[in-house]
């Protein structure tokens, strides 16, 4: 059964292929040689941020009409993936891009795309901002209002852990419109960074992805125009975990190319490192650990394509499954990328829990991606209610 016209679940067409072998020629030459130096350093990959602006890579999703290259969600996991191979910072440069302004495209209006996307398209940067401090997992839970001012919005509030903040031009920000109402009063909207009243707190000191900025966003009487809500009023809750559907695999993308990077260092390593007067590659244990490792990635890579490809259809033919593929795919795929970069530091031994070698960055950048755009905890909870859903239909 075909994924959606032009995809093959086994072969990826011939432009997508192509694809892979640009990106991969731009990451290896563009991005590659500052990525321990960004991590060092904590410093913003700005050297990335240049190359894929000037290839046009730093938010293929955006459509045509708005001055992108309206490229398909495999085309934007592609692209994620080949940048994290060799630089987990920068590749949340695409992938946060994508989420910043994908409850703008499902759901925005015509006018208030054409405000904001044209700005992503011609290399501005997008993030979005649903996390607080008392409401994580608990996103329902949030305390940042939005009030009705005459023909404004005024948002006061914050929210943390917010990816490339203080970097981006734009913002959805989930806020509270009607208390009353739970999680169906919280509204979206999009806030620029020269808003009145919007300012960018400190920087969160992190494990991994170092070079990728944590921030806090502070919102106080930040008045922006009322055509910058997204959608209706009382519809940001569901328009925040559509996004999450349509994003979640560009997070399983960036844990793939971290296992990827991995792994090909550890292959190249044990072919060459020798002990007991052979490569280490003879020895059989190396060998088993090899296969379980390309193993993994090969089926994390299916999930993670399949669920972009069917991130395409929308609701048809079956697209109502696209939360529990997702949230499966981006579960398989970061507990695989932990799984393997894991082992390729093992099978460097000493050298791979040294900064000298990129194994340790990349074991360091995979943990978050069981942490972020939803626990694996929390991405289990929302497979396994689809799994009971289908269940209980299956017996009407």
Same mark, same amino acid.
């Given at each position: 059964m075909a994924l959606t016209p032009g995809f093959d679940l086994f072969q990826l067409p011939e432009e997508h292929q192509e694809l892979r072998a640009v990106i991969r020629d731009l990451a290896e030459k563009e991005i590659a040689p500052h990525a321990a130096d960004v991590d060092e350093n904590e410093? !913003?990959?700005?050297?990335? $941020?240049d190359a894929l602006n000037a290839a046009g890579f730093n938010a293929i999703h955006v459509p045509e009409e708005y001055g992108g290259q309206g490229a398909d969600s495999v085309a934007a996991t592609i692209v994620i993936e080949e940048i994290a191979r060799v630089c987990g910072s920068a590749s949340l440069i695409p992938a946060v891009n994508k989420l910043g302004t994908m409850g703008l495209i499902l759901k925005g209006s015509e006018e208030l795309k054409k405000q904001v996307l044209p700005d992503i398209a011609n290399g501005e940067m997008a993030s979005y901002a649903l996390t607080e401090r008392g409401a994580g997992s608990d996103a329902g839970a949030m305390k940042t209002r939005a009030v009705r001012d005459g023909d404004d919005w005024v948002l006061n509030g914050s929210k943390c852990f917010i990816t490339n903040g203080g970097k981006s031009l734009w913002y959805t920000v989930m806020a509270v419109t009607?208390?009353?109402?739970?999680?169906?009063?919280?509204s979206a909207f999009m806030v620029r960074s020269d808003d009145e009243g919007f300012r960018v707190g400190g920087l969160e000191k992190k494990m991994g992805i170092k070079?990728?900025?944590?921030?806090? $966003?502070? !919102?106080?009487d930040c008045r922006i125009p009322g055509d910058r809500i997204i959608g209706e009023e009382g519809t940001g809750f569901k328009t925040a975990l559509e996004t999450l559907d349509h994003t979640r695999p560009t997070i399983g993308a960036q844990a793939l190319g971290l296992a990827q990077g991995a792994y090909d260092y550890a292959v190249g390593y044990v072919l060459e490192r020798e002990q007991f007067g052979k490569p280490i590659s003879a020895f059989q244990n190396t060998q088993f650990m090899l296969a379980d490792m390309r193993m993994k990635i090969e089926a994390a890579r299916l999930m993670v394509y399949t669920a972009?490809?069917?991130?395409? %259809?929308?609701s048809a033919d079956g697209g109502s499954k696209l939360g529990l593929m997702a949230a499966a795919a981006k579960t398989y795929a970061s507990d695989i990328a932990m799984e393997v970069t894991t082992d390729a530091v093992q099978l460097l031994g000493g050298y791979g829990f040294t900064r000298d070698f990129p194994v340790e960055r990349m +074991? %360091?950048?995979?943990?978050i991606t069981q942490i972020y755009e939803g626990t694996n905890q929390i991405c %289990? +909870?929302?497979a396994g209610r689809q799994v009971l859903a289908e269940g209980k239909a299956a017996k009407r």
């Open positions: 410093r !913003f990959p700005q050297e990335a $941020l009607d208390p009353e109402k739970g999680a169906n009063g919280i070079g990728s900025p944590t921030a806090e $966003l502070y !919102f106080e972009a490809a069917n991130a395409e %259809r929308g +074991m %360091r950048d995979a943990k %289990r +909870m929302v």
